[in-house]
């Protein structure tokens, strides 16, 4: 399979990164099927989406034609396997558990035709762990967009041992047609080559408020002043969501043994709390209705 053979994208998952995906996709010209087991998220994904789209309409980032044609491009569905059955390429965006998504590929697999890629938009499961459930590990890899996945330009293409170069070739083609910078990784390591940049920033500062060299505003602050970042990496732990930061260590140590990869404790914590940051109102900042 080639680039010119792809004509229609399954997206499984319809939370932030699984259906901005899936809208980037049909505003690249793809006809696109967003999939979710309930039609309560469907519905909010798609609000959400309409009102992200149709508010760069309003600011000029976006024209209102491209925005409509790419509206009757997307099909919001709870029947997974009628979509899959006549797709080109699937994009996982299920939850960061190696056992769902090795089942979730394994049916994909059974329902999908010979010719499609299967992709996982895991930032820390590598895909060689997902791979030996289907009977296509060579059309399986790692998809990894980065969110708000309708602004971010980045994605990463990691590939396992039995990727064959078609499949890797034909998914940075694909990430090149969604308008995105195409970052190749060629040995699986979890967390990639972005997130294991991120976390190497996070650690050091989670160390230095933790042994109070700084409060975590101060560290926000020197990110951003001196560093140049558009935030701090305690305002993007509190973004991505504490919950996210915790799975993404937790699931790393699962694959790794490590126990350097367990989450910090001020990160168990509020985790344990229920504190995830902006989505519940409080992380290491609290949030208003402003």
């Known amino acids: 399979m080639s680039i010119e053979d792809i004509k229609h994208i399954t997206v499984i998952g319809s939370g932030t990164m699984g259906s901005q995906i899936g809208m980037v996709a049909a505003l690249s010209g793809f006809e696109t099927a967003i999939v979710d087991i309930a039609q309560e998220p469907l519905d909010k994904a798609k609000e959400h989406l309409w009102y992200r789209v149709d508010r760069d309409v309003k600011k000029e980032r976006r024209t209102a034609e491209d925005v409509a044609a790419a509206k009757e491009r997307v099909t919001f569905t709870t029947d997974r396997d009628a979509v899959v059955k006549n797709t080109d390429f699937v994009i996982e965006a299920a939850s960061e558990n190696i056992d769902i998504k090795r089942q979730v590929f394994k049916e994909l697999d059974e329902v999908a035709p010979e ?8 930032s820390n499961i590598v895909s060689s762990k997902i791979a030996d459930a289907t009977n296509r590990p060579e059309k399986v890899l790692n998809f990894h967009f980065f969110n708000p996945v309708l602004i971010m330009k980045a994605v990463e293409v990691v ?11 034909t998914t940075v083609a694909l990430g090149e047609k969604l308008g995105k910078n195409v970052i190749r990784v060629n040995k699986e390591i979890p967390g990639f080559v972005a997130n294991r940049l991120l976390g190497a920033i996070r650690t050091e500062a989670l160390k230095l408020y933790d042994d109070g060299v700084a409060s975590y505003e101060d560290i926000d602050t020197a990110a951003k002043t001196a560093l140049r970042h558009p935030m701090g990496p305690f305002e993007l732990m509190d973004m991505t969501g504490i919950d996210v930061v915790y799975g993404i260590r937790q699931a790393e140590y699962e694959q790794t043994g490590d126990e350097s990869a367990l989450p910090h404790p001020l990160i168990k914590e509020l985790y344990e709390k229920g504190d995830y940051g902006r989505k519940t109102g409080k992380g290491f900042y609290t949030y208003d209705d402003k």
């Not at 010719?115 to 895991?122: C, D, M, Q, V």
């Not at 590939?159 to 070739?169: A, F, N």
């Open 115 to 122: 010719r499609t890629i299967l992709a996982t938009n895991s």
């Open 159 to 169: 590939s396992h041992e039995k990727t064959s170069k078609e499949t890797i070739e």
